[in-house]
């Protein structure tokens, strides 16, 4: 088991950049692939990005490809989300989750981070 605490979300203006981090407070990150889910009010779960267990694999949704970058850090049980030009629309509660190969369907995850809020103004 693993136990997943993101930080790192905040209030920016469109165009800033934030960085995400999932940590595990419980377990080791290294057994898992990770993935960056996000969801705004009234939508559903969507697939941000991941990335495979040594990190040598990196997938993105089409929304955020070439603004957001997955990486991880197995010695310090942490992995990150860097998001670059934020828009407005990517405004909302994102969260962690871990897995043993990325995959964009939320059900085959099985452990979760609380969440953390992005809000992006205009």
């Known amino acids: 088991q693993v136990q997943l605490v993101e930080s790192g979300g905040g209030l920016v203006q469109a165009g800033s950049s934030l960085r995400l981090s999932c940590a595990a407070s419980?377990?080791?990150?290294?057994?898992?692939?990770m993935a960056w889910f996000r969801q705004a009010p009234g939508k559903e779960r969507e697939f941000v990005g991941g990335?495979?267990?040594?990190?040598?694999?990196?997938y993105y949704g089409d929304s955020v490809k070439g603004r957001f970058t997955c990486s991880r850090d197995n010695a310090k049980n942490t992995v990150y989300l860097q998001m670059n030009s934020l828009k407005p629309e990517d405004t909302a509660v994102y969260y962690c989750?871990?897995?043993?190969?990325?995959?964009?369907?939320?059900?085959?995850?099985?452990?979760w981070g609380q969440g953390t809020q992005v809000t992006v103004s205009s």
């Open positions: 990335i495979s267990t040594n990190g040598d694999n990196t």
């Open positions: 419980a377990g080791t990150l290294s057994l898992y692939a």
């Open positions: 989750a871990a897995t043993i190969t990325v995959v964009e369907r939320p059900l085959e995850y099985d452990y």
